[in-house]
């Protein structure tokens, strides 16, 4: 048997022989056995145990008092009413030891059944009173019930639509709580303005859930010159390098006119690339190619380790920019410069006369050439030479104009005493029919051979052959009016044919 068990059977034990023993409430014996037979228990172990003192009277506290008065215990045996919803602090306090459980009798001691219902019936009378008060306090609970409940329920709907999102702006992230629906409305809710050239996902009319991740990438202007050809992009990176990679310009080798690693504000940025090229250089019979990122020819050709002297050139212009693949030559040039005089072609200025038949011009005034000094470059390039190549010039003597006098007199239409003879036979046997015919000599001319004094002589101005035919013939009409035909002694037969 364990030292539990035997410790409950002799405290069993303990309470039957106090049970024997005659006494009353709030007043025991003096004695110093346990039990009637004047015996002591023994313990769990069997060993003796010593008398215990006997207990002082009763005196209750002055909070256990009630309004009706203190009566004795009921009789051993006699059974208490439970009430279960007394409380602890409606009960009378008794001796230590001495309570029992409420649903069994009393180990001893006399109660008063008087008593003992008078307690009772104050307890109901209690309980109606407190069961009166409900109603009232419970309309009095309903409008706050009402207002928990909203309250409750609002909670319960802030805390559903409350979202917990990671919002990254140009790189800069943070977490923010938010009740938008979609992207664009959490963007107007943080005041984060995008435009056109500016990334934002998702998309502004993508909805959004707690956890979500919403990133902004603002776009920068670049004005980017790349080998020589300048255009204007966006782009939303925010370094040199990334906007290079993100444009797909291959940096290796490359110039930039900015660092790599410089950032790039939303102004903008003016960016010049000049990529690495291939380019080969055709110089003293030798052909050269280098890789190179110049940015222009001579700058080329000074990496190729190519020296150009005095008036050598390229075929190229030495500013202009290299390209890929392309091949440029190198130009030996040697040369000097000479000095020529070359004439001045002179002007012919016509002047109308009134006293000179229709067709005939005399010159009044001889033209005369003018003198020009021109200095030319004489060139031989890679040793083949070069045409000429006039470096600047100075008039020596200017021209003098030829003045020529036009005739604006009608012609006559006859000559009387010359008409009806046969000038044309005669015009073809003295000058074979031709206006400017000269004879060997140089001393006649003309269809009819006019010597220069008798040509004067008629009216004539000039030289005879330079006289239209028309002219010619009249001239011939008067001569003849004046000495028939002895002029012509060998054609003037051909008059009358």
Known sequence: MSNSQGSHRAARSARRNRADAPRTYGSYPSSTAYGSRGTAFEGPRGAAREGYEPYLPYVPHPSQERSAPYAPTAPYGTAVPFDDDEDDEDQPWEPWGQRTDRTRPYAAG???????????????????????????????????????????????????????????????????HTFADDV??????????????????????????????????????????????????????????????????????????????????????DLNVWTERTVTFMADGRERTIRTNAATVQEAVEQAGIVLRGRDATSVPASSFPRDGQT??????????????????????????????QGTEVITQQGEQGVERVTYELRTVNGVKQKPKPLRSEVVRRPRDQVVKVGTRPMPASVAGAEGLNWTAMAQCESGGRPNAVDSSG???????????????????????????????????KLYVQRGASPWPHCGRKLHQ
């Open 110 to 176: 006399p109660y008063s059944a008087g008593a003992v219902g008078g307690r009772a019936a104050a307890r109901r009378a209690a309980r109606r009173k407190r069961t009166a008060e409900r109603p009232e306090a419970l309309r009095r609970l309903v409008p706050q019930a009402l207002v928990v409940v909203f309250l409750a329920g609002g909670t319960s709907a802030f805390i559903a639509n409350d979202k917990s999102i990671r919002l990254s702006v140009d790189g800069v992230p943070r977490t923010l």
């Open 184 to 269: 664009g409305e959490l963007l107007a809710d943080e005041g984060v303005a995008v435009g056109p050239h500016d990334i934002v996902a998702p998309g502004p009319d993508e909805e959004i859930a707690a956890g979500d991740d919403v990133i902004v990438r603002y776009g920068r202007p670049v004005t980017l010159t790349l080998d020589g050809e300048r255009r204007r992009i966006w782009t939303t990176a925010r370094t040199v390098e990334a906007a290079l990679r993100q444009l797909g310009v291959r940096a290796e080798g490359a110039y930039l006119s900015a660092s790599r690693h410089s950032r790039i504000s939303r102004v903008g940025l």
């Open 328 to 357: 440029i030559s190198v130009l030996r040039i040697t040369g000097r410069k000479e000095v020529r005089e070359e004439p001045i072609a002179f002007r012919t200025v016509h002047h109308n006369d009134p006293a000179l038949f």
């Open 443 to 477: 001393t006649y001319g003309g269809l009819y051979q006019f010597d220069t004094h008798t040509w004067h002589g008629l009216g004539g101005t000039g030289r005879p052959q330079n006289a239209p035919a028309a002219e010619q013939t009249f001239r011939a009409k």
